[in-house]
């Protein structure tokens, strides 16, 4: 089998990720979009509506849309489409120490409901099953968790997920690992 490589471009990495979030394919990532992520995820996890986990990704959901919406909604009708979400998404994590944070809290939240061995970090099969609630297939997740597991011990931490959204939506290095976030495009 040839070996994959990296995707070709920011622009195809984002619109990788812009996609993963417009879950009701309409162009705009939405309120309603987030809020149906957090039902996928908890749902894939088999965590109840309404526990501390649900809550909690909830409202890392809801804390990420709000950043969103500050930092990329250029034309204020609480929508962002794929030129806001391109050309804004640099700016955000350069500028918005906000965006950052809200960020951080998703993907600490995600962790803590996909954790399922409770242990703080995620596994492959723990990653795998949280990329394939966001829409990743298991092929590219296993890839990517390979690339990204960069200490080499077998589980990723929030930071080193943070640091790979990082560098997938704001490095111009085709061979940076945070690249394949969700493998290859």
């Given at each position: 089998?040839?070996?994959?490589?990296p995707?070709?471009?920011?622009?195809a990495?984002?619109?990788?990720?812009?996609?993963?979030?417009?879950?009701?394919r309409?162009?705009?990532?939405?309120?309603?979009?987030?809020?149906?992520?957090?039902?996928?995820?908890?749902?894939?996890?088999?965590?109840?509506?309404?526990?501390?986990?649900?809550v909690?990704?909830?409202?890392?959901?809801?804390?990420f849309?709000?950043?969103?919406?500050?930092?990329?909604?250029?034309?204020?009708?609480?929508?962002?489409?794929?030129?806001?979400?391109?050309?804004?998404?640099?700016?955000?994590?350069?500028?918005?120490?906000?965006?950052?944070?809200?960020?951080?809290?998703?993907?600490?939240?995600a962790?803590?409901?996909?954790?399922?061995?409770?242990?703080?970090?995620?596994?492959?099969?723990?990653?795998?099953?949280?990329?394939e609630?966001?829409?990743?297939?298991a092929?590219?997740?296993?890839?990517?968790?390979?690339k990204?597991?960069?200490?080499?011990?077998?589980?990723?931490?929030?930071?080193?997920?943070?640091?790979?959204a990082?560098?997938?939506?704001?490095?111009t290095?085709?061979?940076?690992?945070?690249?394949?976030?969700?493998?290859?495009?």
């Amino acid at each position: 089998m040839p070996t994959k490589t990296p995707p070709s471009s920011r622009d195809a990495r984002l619109r990788k990720f812009f996609d993963f979030f417009d879950l009701d394919r309409d162009g705009d990532i939405t309120h309603d979009d987030l809020l149906a992520m957090a039902t996928r995820i908890a749902a894939a996890f088999d965590v109840p509506p309404g526990s501390p986990k649900d809550v909690a990704l909830t409202d890392a959901f809801q804390g990420f849309w709000h950043e969103l919406l500050k930092s990329l909604d250029i034309d204020g009708d609480r929508r962002i489409n794929d030129r806001e979400y391109r050309d804004g998404m640099i700016a955000a994590f350069a500028v918005s120490g906000g965006f950052e944070h809200g960020l951080r809290q998703l993907i600490k939240a995600a962790v803590e409901v996909a954790d399922t061995d409770g242990n703080g970090t995620l596994e492959p099969a723990e990653f795998r099953r949280l990329e394939e609630a966001i829409g990743n297939p298991a092929e590219d997740s296993a890839e990517a968790f390979a690339k990204l597991d960069t200490d080499n011990d077998g589980s990723l931490t929030v930071d080193e997920l943070l640091d790979a959204a990082r560098q997938f939506h704001t490095g111009t290095d085709l061979d940076a690992l945070g690249n394949w976030l969700f493998g290859s495009l």
